[in-house]
Structures are given as structure tokens and as C-alpha cells.
């Protein structure tokens, strides 16, 4: 066994921040204290985290490796993108492994396990994406519950997709009651976007502007409102996934009000960029992403939904296609521009830089929103998402004074472009380790 120590940091957890060090033996976090000698141990490893904050390394439970989407796949692989993960400061990927229209659970399931297996830097787990419900999938999610992948994304958006009805997901939630599984929910309502976007582009309105027009907040927010009112028609919570608009997080907020078991999820795209970006004719594509990127003034509450817990988790979503080859197939329809932005390398950093540094979210709800909730929702709690002895020794060497420019030509994901190109954001990742083993130092693997 080799040990590590990390000496003279303040250690930063979803419930409070002290200076104390950090032991790790092995894959685990064996001692807390402050002026530790690690007696029984002696750490062959020492990290000097003076000046530093030590943070649970960062979980985030939306990324789609490989996701096959609008006739291409996203670029990033398991390797490329857990490795750029790991450089942003997480150290968990769940990412989606996705049942085909007619084929099983399982087979889905056991590609996207071939596609990870062996190739990861990080840790990694799988939700499923279910694509039909039907008398076979559903005893399929008995068994996927059983083995330890309990949470199944349902779509109401995409209609001859990944599309679901309102039978199909009250049937999928229904099951959940009785599996203990747990029904993410993309919603926006597929079937009315469809409608206006063929409006737009039988008008000439083709630009990838357009596709942040024509998926109104308001069809999210309704779909929202239905997934949430059919989960407690069913007795059950439900995950509301990269949740964007006003509109839908007040749905979200009222349900909780009355008790409901709603939560949700957004997205740096969502509270750093907007609709803005989506102009500038065909560069716009490469902010095309489904819930799209909405006007500016949604930011402020999505912030304030964050604070109050109406909101509970930041994920990427991170869904990357290049620039020239992929995101230019929708040239001339907004239609056909893949949906989706890479991120998942700079989480971390533009949370603490626009949360902590910006004075929205104090420090310790910074750590909570990016590795303690998401842990906790998904059942990876107290092995990860926390600071304490017995978790894995996920942890980040944190620079909270750093600064640095986010930049495609240094960035690691395997994609030829940044959404935040130029933006310059303080604080940074020194030293990641993933259970126990450092995986990124100084800027190196
Ligand atoms: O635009 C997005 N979000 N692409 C990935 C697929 C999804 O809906 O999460
Ligand atoms: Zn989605
Ligand atoms: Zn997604």
C-alpha cells in the first residue's frame, strides 16, 4: 500500500470548511487532523496544499462518451473525455449508455460498458437511456436496478428518437415505485417544437439562431409541469435533467412547495451563456444544445434556484461535436445541427469562478453543487462527494486564486472548439487523485 499526505490545506465539504490535513492509504482517506505525523503510515507521497483548498473531486452525472446523435457521434471518447474530466477537477463521470429503438436494455447497457472498459481515467457508473418501454424493458429495469444502474432517462423531446409518450413514462415511473429505480426526465414537449421549427424553416429561418427560438421556455416549463405531476401521480420522485429555462424551474420550485419529490439539474451553458450566442449565423452552431442556451435575464434565477435548493446539482451535459465535420451538418437547417456542447473539463473552474469568486454560492454550496449533491442523488454517498474517513481518496488540490484562459487550443477534450474561448476564470485544479492515485499534477497526467 502506498500512502499520501496532504498537509497544510483547508479542507472545503458540502457542510464546512477547516484547515486540517488529509491522510490517504491505499484508495482511501484513513485520517483527518490537523499536524498530522501519519504514524502507521509513512506516506510516500506528500502534497503541500498550503495557501490550497482540498475538495471532494468533483462527480458529474450527466455526460454522454460516444452518444451517437443527428446521424454522427460525440467526439469524445471514454479515455479523451474522462482524461479532460479529470484535469477540470472531476473524478466520477455517470454517463448514458443507450438502449437502440427494438433492441434490449442489456445490450445497450453492455456497449456502452465495452466502450469504457479499460479506457477510463477516471471512475465511471451509467444511467440507462430507454428508448422503447414495453412488457420486456420494464422487467429489463428490474434487473438493471438490482445491479446497481437504477436511473433511467426518459425523453419528451425528440419525437422519432429517443421520444416517449405520457403512457410510456407514467408506465416507466409506475415500475420505479415498485424497483426503487429512479426516472430522469428530459423535458421540453418535442411533438409543439416540431411544429414551430418546421414554421421557421419553411420561412427561411434557418440559422442555428433559430433552434433557440423556436424551443420556447414555456414548452419546457410545460413538460416539466407533466413529468413531475405523472411522478407523483405514480408515487414517485423524478429528475428533471439540464433544466434551463424560468419557466421550468418554477414548475420545479412549486412542485417542492407542495411536497412533491422533483429535482433537477442545470448546466454552466445555462448560467454563462445565452441565446446571444446562438447569433452570428453558422458559429452559432456551435452553441446548438437541447434545452437551448435562452435569454439572458433566465440566468439570475437559475442562480437563485441553486441557492434555495430548488435546484440541486450542476452537470455538463457534455455532448461534444466539432466544429467543422459534425456541428456543420445542420448548414442551412437549424434541424439538423447536432445537439449538444463539450464542458466537461471546465465545470469546476467556471462555477467557482462565477459561484465563489462572482459571490453567488458560498464555497461549501460550490462543493455541494458539484460533487456532495450529485453523489447523494445517485447513491455514490459517502464513498464519494465527501471528505471523510473510510471515502475514497477522490480528492483535489484546489487553487482558488489561479487564474487562467479556457481555451480550445489547451483544452483536453477532443473537440475543435470552446464555448467560453478567451474567458478568463479564477481558480484551478493543481493535484487530482482518483482513489488514491494522482492522475493529474501541475497541469500534466
Ligand atoms: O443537446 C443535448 N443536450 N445533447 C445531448 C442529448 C441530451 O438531450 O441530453
Ligand atoms: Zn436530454
Ligand atoms: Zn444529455
Redesign the pocket.
Known amino acids: 500500500m502506498s500512502g499520501t499526505l496532504i498537509s497544510g490545506g483547508t479542507v472545503v465539504t458540502a457542510d464546512g470548511s477547516s484547515r486540517a490535513d488529509v491522510l490517504v492509504d491505499g484508495e482511501t482517506i484513513v485520517l483527518i487532523g490537523r499536524d498530522l505525523k501519519a504514524t502507521g503510515i509513512s506516506p510516500d507521497e506528500k502534497i503541500d496544499a498550503t495557501g490550497k483548498y482540498v475538495i471532494p473531486g468533483a462527480i458529474d452525472v450527466h455526460t454522454?462518451m460516444e452518444?451517437p446523435?443527428g446521424g454522427t457521434f460525440a467526439k469524445d471518447t471514454f479515455e479523451t473525455g474522462t482524461r479532460a474530466a479529470a484535469f477540470g477537477g472531476t473524478t466520477t463521470i455517470v454517463d448514458f449508455a443507450v438502449q437502440s429503438r427494438g433492441k434490449s436494455l442489456r445490450e445497450g447497457l453492455d456497449a456502452w460498458h465495452a466502450k469504457a472498459e479499460g479506457n477510463a481515467v477516471t471512475d465511471y457508473g451509467f444511467h440507462m437511456i430507454m428508448s422503447d418501454v414495453n412488457d420486456a424493458t420494464l422487467v429489463e429495469m428490474d434487473r438493471l436496478v438490482e445491479e446497481g444502474v437504477p436511473d433511467f432517462k426518459l425523453?419528451t423531446?425528440y419525437p422519432g428518437v429517443f421520444f416517449s409518450d405520457d403512457a410510456a413514462v407514467f408506465r416507466a415511473m409506475e415500475r420505479t415505485r415498485e424497483n426503487g429505480g429512479l426516472i430522469m426526465m428530459?423535458a421540453e414537449n418535442g411533438p409543439a417544437i416540431d411544429i414551430v421549427a418546421a414554421e421557421y424553416a419553411e420561412a427561411g429561418k434557418t440559422d442555428p439562431y433559430y433552434h433557440g427560438v423556436v424551443r420556447y421556455p414555456i414548452f419546457e416549463g410545460e413538460a416539466t409541469n407533466r413529468v413531475i405531476r405523472l411522478a407523483e401521480a405514480a408515487g414517485v420522485p423524478v429528475y428533471i435533467?439540464?433544466l434551463s429555462a424560468r419557466d421550468a424551474l418554477n414548475e420545479v420550485r412549486a412542485a417542492r412547495d407542495r411536497g412533491a419529490m422533483a429535482f433537477a439539474e442545470t448546466c454552466p451553458q445555462y448560467l454563462f451563456l445565452s441565446l446571444d450566442d446562438l447569433g452570428n449565423g453558422f458559429e452559432g452552431a456551435k452553441f446548438v444544445?437541447?434545452p437551448p442556451l435562452r435569454p439572458k435575464d433566465h440566468q439570475d434565477e437559475l442562480w437563485s434556484g441553486l441557492r434555495k435548493d430548488d435546484l440541486q446539482v450542476v452537470s455538463t451535459?457534455h455532448?461534444p461535436f466539432d466544429f467543422k465535420g459534425q456541428k456543420d451538418l445542420g448548414r442551412g437547417d437549424f434541424r439538423k445541427v447536432p445537439?449538444?456542447?463539450p464542458g466537461v473539463e471546465d465545470r469546476v473552474d467556471l462555477l467557482h469562478d462565477g459561484a465563489v469568486v462572482g459571490g453567488r454560492l458560498t464555497r461549501e454550496r460550490w462543493v455541494d453543487v458539484i460533487s456532495t449533491a450529485p453523489a447523494r442523488m445517485f447513491g455514490l454517498y459517502p464513498k464519494k462527494g465527501a471528505v471523510a474517513i473510510g471515502s475514497d481518496a477522490d480528492l483535489v488540490v484546489y487553487d482558488p486564486n489561479r487564474k487562467r484562459t479556457i481555451s480550445a487550443k489547451t483544452h483536453h477534450m477532443n473537440v475543435d472548439y470552446s464555448c467560453y474561448e478567451g474567458r478568463t476564470v479564477q481558480g484551478a485544479s493543481d493535484v487530482v487523485l482518483s482513489r488514491g492515485s494522482v492522475v493529474v499534477r501541475d497541469g500534466q497526467t
Do not use: E, I, R, T
Request: negative net charge.
Open positions: 454522454h452518444l446523435f425523453f423531446a428530459h435533467v439540464h444544445c437541447s451535459d455532448c445537439n449538444g456542447l
